[in-house]
């Protein structure tokens, strides 16, 4: 058994054409969908990216890792996915971003071909600053950079399928089993895409005025912060939707072209693929853009797996990206151990909890979401603000645009979630810990008026970019 796990940045689950009238046209991963298990309640351990992937990596929720912030890159550490596979003689490489905090870092991987880590070593320090929760000027860079042409981020997802195309017609891939992480940009903004691509969708489909931010303290403060709305008019709105699905729809042009790879390789029928999105986007629904909060468009993302022995289907369990460690650790003979995650292929836990964290940037306190599902099949989102602020609760059965919080309507739910929250830890000694963290690291950065002086930036550049 070998292992292919494709990851792309930045996809919301609604974007797989397969998955929603609202997705992009993503012919490759339909296909893959079709001959594979769909996980319809796919989460991410938390919705930004540096968190994310060192729990991805790990196979652990945030609180475990420790890893809060875009300013805490995973380093190696802690053991991963890879160092287990490693460990047990496979040959584990990586192509493309990992953003991790640096490649002199032994994360698990024999090689690392074309990675992309946090800025510096260091990431976005801002990240850190969080009490309280300072100005922070987000620019029109979201809104103005729209439209046809290439980026430093498509040029490098170019580059991505190149590598991972010859590394896979190597002559070598027959002689040990492997497993190749390969991750993309796309479609994380800048939201410009090749014209090719953008000529697929008509802007004026997607214009749409500004949605009103819910009235909620900590979302408020968020929208504050990441004020990226007040930038857009309902034209540059829809320009804003059509190259995004325009970029899943570029890149869904390269997974296709790894995927024909594998096939010609003739090793597709002995590889396990694992396709997936580190978060999602929100792409100006409820008055945000990108993530860092707990709506499905920023933290429910795609996620199929397929190859020898999975049945195709889709399954409506929730289950979260750090699932993906054991099932790629027990796919490949090796230990599951230590990871708190579970492996996909398995069949589902009822009425299991799964978990998305933030502690970032424009937050002032930590934000836990929960997914399950009843035995009545109705599903229910729990999220909890630290420090007594008020938490929201979704039926997502009845509400899936998350419109009506029963947090209130429905304290026997509320409190079902609580006990299932603190059956798993405690949110507030979390959420002190997190500062803690920080503070420390803070320092460590020259403190806080120094970061605050540090120029900023909307996303982590590459040449062109």
Request: with cysteine; hydrophobic share 40%; charged share 20%.
């Amino acid at each position: 058994m070998n292992c292919l796990f494709l990851m792309v940045d930045e996809m919301a689950w609604w974007a797989v054409g397969s998955a929603s009238a609202l997705g992009a046209k993503t012919p490759n991963i339909d296909a893959l969908a079709a001959r594979g298990m769909v996980f319809d309640a796919a989460y991410t351990p938390s919705p930004i990216c540096v968190p994310a992937r060192a729990a991805i990596a790990t196979g652990r929720d945030v609180h475990e890792t420790g890893h809060w912030s875009s300013a805490e890159p995973y380093d190696g550490a802690l053991p991963s996915w890879g160092h287990r596979l490693r460990e047990g003689g496979v040959e584990v490489v990586s192509i493309g971003k990992l953003h991790y905090r640096d490649e002199g870092d032994d994360t698990g991987f024999e090689r690392q071909i074309q990675p992309l880590h946090v800025h510096e070593g260091k990431g976005w320090l801002l990240g850190l600053v969080r009490r309280p929760v300072p100005p922070y000027d987000a620019t029109a860079g979201l809104a103005e950079e729209l439209g046809a042409g290439w980026t430093g981020y498509t040029r490098y997802d170019l580059g991505v399928t190149e590598a991972a195309c010859a590394w896979l017609a190597e002559p070598e891939r027959v002689t040990r089993p492997w497993a190749a992480f390969v991750s993309y940009l796309s479609p994380h903004y800048p939201l410009i895409a090749p014209e090719e691509f953008l000529s697929l969708y008509d802007p004026s489909d997607y214009a749409c005025p500004a949605e009103p931010v819910p009235d909620h303290p900590i979302l408020r403060e968020i929208a504050g912060f990441f004020a990226h709305d007040r930038h857009f008019t309902d034209d540059r709105r829809g320009l804003a939707h059509a190259a995004y699905r325009a970029l899943c729809s570029f890149v869904d042009a390269e997974v296709g072209k790894v995927l024909a790879a594998l096939e010609a390789a003739g090793q597709a029928d002995e590889t396990l693929v694992i396709f997936t999105s580190d978060h999602g986007d929100m792409m100006g629904e409820k008055g945000f853009w990108t993530k860092s909060v707990m709506y499905d468009s920023a933290t429910r993302v795609p996620l199929i797996v397929a190859g020898p022995g999975v049945m195709p289907g889709r399954r409506a369990d929730p289950v979260s990206l750090i699932d993906i460690a054991p099932t790629i650790a027990g796919a490949m003979g090796q230990s599951c151990a230590g990871f708190s995650g579970r492996s996909l292929l398995a069949a589902p836990e009822p009425g299991r909890t799964v978990l998305s964290e933030y502690h970032d940037g424009g937050c002032l306190v930590g934000v836990t979401m929960l997914r399950w599902q009843a035995p009545d099949g109705t599903q229910w989102k729990y999220v909890h603000y630290a420090e007594g602020h008020p938490p929201q609760l979704f039926d997502l059965t009845t509400d899936p645009g998350e419109t009506t919080d029963l947090a209130t309507a429905r304290p026997d739910i509320r409190a079902e979630a609580e006990a299932r929250l603190t059956a798993i830890m405690d949110p507030e000694a979390v959420n002190a810990r997190a500062h803690a963290d920080q503070a420390r690291k803070m320092a460590e950065q020259g403190g806080r008026a120094t970061i605050l002086g540090i120029p900023q930036w909307n996303f982590t550049k590459v040449a062109d970019s």
